[in-house]
C-alpha cells in the first residue's frame, strides 16, 4: 500500500493513487497551519485536493518508509520523508518527513492522520507562518 502510494506521488498519478482509499475516508492534517487544508472527508473531496498537489510540490524520491504495527490489524504508523522535492513556483527544496497514522479496512485506506512539518512547506513555497 505504502509502495503505490509513494510511487504514485512520485509518477504524478494521482488517478491511481486514489484508488488507494475508501469511499468515505478521512484524511487529517493536524499539524496544518493556518489557512491550510486541516480536514477532508470522502474519496472526491480528497481527489479534488490531491489532483492539484502536482502543480505545486514536485516529489522526485521518498526515503523508504518504516511500518509499524499496532494492536490493531486495520492501523500501522509508517514513518517515510521526501528524499528530493522542490516547490514548483519557487523552486526550493520540499524535504519533509512524515508520520502517518492509517486506519484500513478491506484494502483501503479509511482514516488517514499525516503528520508533517508545516515550516517545511511554508519554507518550501516562501509563505509566511502568520505568526
Partial sequence: MMETFMKSMVEKDMDRWIEL???NV???FPYAPDGYT???EGKSALYQYV???PGIIEI???TAPAIH?????????AEFGVKAGRAVKTGKPYLQTYISVI???DGKIMHYKDYWNPLTVLTALDEESGQ
Fill in 21 to 23: 482509499f475508501d469511499d
Fill in 26 to 28: 478521512v484524511f487529517e
Fill in 38 to 40: 486541516r480536514k477532508l
Fill in 51 to 53: 489532483k492539484e498537489l
Fill in 60 to 62: 522526485d524520491l521518498f
Fill in 69 to 77: 504495527q499496532t494492536l490493531d490489524p486495520n492501523v500501522f504508523i
Fill in 103 to 105: 486506519e484500513t479496512k
